[in-house]
Each structure stands twice: as structure tokens, then as C-alpha cells.
């Protein structure tokens, strides 16, 4: 049995620590994460697993941010990655399609007492995940739909981490995802915290995309690994414990805290409550929306009606696992 390689990647060639040991090859699926694996990735963890079992041989490795995943698709160093990279697919004309919405832009803003509304927020710094991605284009949306201007930004992935710098004093105000933003307001110290009405975003903010080139020539490999997203989605809508029952113990999610593995059913059960995941994997609906959320966002150029969803969408794997 192969090993599966497992590393965090902080540069383009930085490898700061490695986890397990292998060399891939031709045959194997390299697939680049945009953070180090956390609760939010556990159901992606579980349909890998699936899709090993049904013959999908793959590694993965975790880059510092959603940019270098990009860049290492862009390069050819891996083949699939998480990200939305609308504006590279439309300045580089590099063949990237996204084959699958991983999760929606349910993001909230959180700040410390200073702030009670969004509009406080005009002139004021403002802490994101990264550069072009999914936070930084909620704030682009806010300050067209709202009139302000936000300060200066600042990046720190993960929103656990933008959690940490609001406790330390060292940020005011920032963007988070809906797990971190209830462990938050749950704590000790949540009532130190507001967090700002938002209007509701359906578009993707982590999608699964590749290469065209190598999709369709690794339609099998594909269609494998989009059958397995599919099932545990579909799975922890009907019941979101699954995920915690079919994690592996020795896996990098099994891995983890056990006081964060003891809150993945309280995780997985919100999240599903809260539409973070669609069990149809986005699809064209995702698509339309994607469309004009990050037209707005600065991200795409061009009036969303008039373009097409498939030079951005790949979607014949996902019509197939939905058949």
C-alpha cells in the first residue's frame, strides 16, 4: 500500500515540515490544499478516503494560502486545488475549471464593542484570509454595496488564527467562518465581541479546480473523486455525524486536538443547518452565482450575464455523478 505524502508548504519551495515520506508518480491525483487540514476539511478527508477505496490514488500537500495552491495548479506541480480562481482563469487564460463547489462564502464579520454596524467599519483596518480570495472579496462586496472603504488590510489564514489576533488585542475587526464565529461568541469572552449583520452570499468559497488538459485526460480519476464528494455530501445532509463516525483515527483529521474532534458533529450539524454545503456540489446554480459575486468583487471582468459558466466550470463529472 502506497503512502500518502502529507506536507505544509509556506513558499513555492519551502517546505517547512513533512509528515510522511513518498514520491509520486505518473499515475498519482496531486492535489494542493489552501490551508493546513482543520475541522472545515474534515468531510473533504472522508470522501478522499472513499474515493481510495474505489481506486484513486493520490497526495496531498497544504499550502500557507489560497494563491500558492493556484500558482502550484498553474505550474503543473499539482494537479487539483481548492481556491476560487476566477481572476486567473480570466487574465491568464490558463485552462483551469472549477469542478466542484467545496463550500458557500457564509463568512462573518466580527469585530470587537468599538463597531455596531458595517458602515462603522469605513476608514477602519480590517484583518482577511488572503489575498484575492474568499474574505477579500466579501470586503470588496461590502464596501460597493455599503459605500465605504475599508483600511488597511492584513492577511492571516485561517480563520482560527484571525480568532487568536482578536483575543490578543492585535486586530478590531476581521472576517470568519461560521464555526470559529459560534466558538467565539460561545466563550468566555465572546461578550466582547459583536458580530455585524451580513447579507446572505451563495457563491463558492472554496471550489475544487484543475487543469482542463489533465481532467480530460484523467476523466476516470475524476469522476472517482467527484462520485466520492457527492456521497458524503449528500450523506452528512441526511446526517451530519457521518462525518465524525467515518473519519479516520490515523489520519491528519483524526490527528487533530481531541477537543476539536469532539466538536465536528456540533460543526458538521451547524454547517448544514446554516447552507454552508451544497449536497448537489454547486453546479451550474453556483456557477450563476459565482458569476456575479465576484463580478462584484473585482475579480471578474465583464457584465456576469454574458459569461459563460463553462470557461470557468468544468461540468461533465459532476452531471455524471448526479445521473
Do not use: C
Not at 11 to 19: M, N, R, Y
Not at 257 to 266: N, R, T
Request: charged share 25%; proline share 5%; glycine share 8%.
Amino acid at each position: 500500500m502506497r503512502h500518502i505524502l502529507k506536507r505544509v508548504i509556506t513558499a513555492a519551495v519551502a517546505l517547512p515540515f513533512t509528515l510522511g515520506l513518498s514520491m509520486a508518480n505518473a499515475d498519482t491525483v496531486r492535489i494542493a490544499l489552501a490551508e493546513t487540514p482543520s475541522d472545515e476539511l474534515a468531510a473533504f478527508f472522508v470522501a478522499l478516503d472513499r474515493a481510495k477505496a474505489n481506486g484513486l490514488d493520490y497526495e496531498w500537500t497544504a499550502f500557507s494560502d489560497e494563491e500558492l495552491a493556484i500558482q502550484a495548479v498553474l505550474s503543473g506541480q499539482m494537479h487539483i486545488g481548492f481556491g476560487t480562481p476566477y481572476a486567473a482563469m480570466q487574465r491568464s487564460k490558463a485552462p483551469l475549471r472549477i469542478l466542484f463547489q467545496l463550500s458557500k462564502l457564509k463568512f462573518f464579520p466580527v469585530t470587537t464593542k468599538t463597531y455596531g454596524k458595517l458602515e462603522d467599519l469605513d476608514g477602519e483596518p480590517i484583518l482577511l484570509h488572503s489575498r484575492g480570495g474568499g474574505t477579500d472579496s466579501i470586503a470588496n462586496v461590502i464596501e460597493d454595496r455599503l459605500g465605504i472603504t475599508f483600511g488597511e488590510r492584513s492577511y492571516v489564514p485561517g480563520s482560527a488564527n484571525r480568532v487568536a489576533a482578536l483575543l490578543g488585542g492585535r486586530a478590531d475587526a476581521t472576517i470568519i467562518d461560521l464555526s470559529n464565529k459560534n466558538k467565539l461568541i460561545r466563550s468566555e469572552a465572546g461578550d466582547n465581541f459583536n458580530v455585524l449583520e451580513m447579507f446572505d452570499v451563495e457563491a463558492s468559497d472554496e471550489a475544487l479546480f484543475g487543469n482542463l488538459d489533465w481532467i480530460q485526460r484523467n476523466e476516470g480519476d475524476v469522476q472517482i473523486f467527484v462520485d466520492a464528494l457527492i456521497s458524503v455530501y449528500r450523506d452528512m445532509h441526511d446526517d451530519p455525524t457521518i462525518v465524525r463516525r467515518e473519519t479516520d483515527p490515523d489520519g491528519p483529521i483524526g490527528q487533530l486536538p481531541p477537543e476539536i474532534l469532539a466538536e465536528l458533529d456540533g460543526f458538521y450539524t451547524d454547517a448544514v443547518s446554516a447552507g454552508l454545503y451544497d449536497p448537489d456540489g454547486g453546479g451550474r446554480k453556483a456557477a450563476m452565482a459565482d458569476m456575479e459575486w465576484y463580478s462584484a468583487a473585482g475579480q471578474l471582468e465583464g457584465d456576469p450575464s454574458t459569461l459563460d459558466i463553462e470557461d470557468f466550470w468544468y461540468l461533465k463529472p459532476l452531471d455524471a455523478a448526479m445521473r
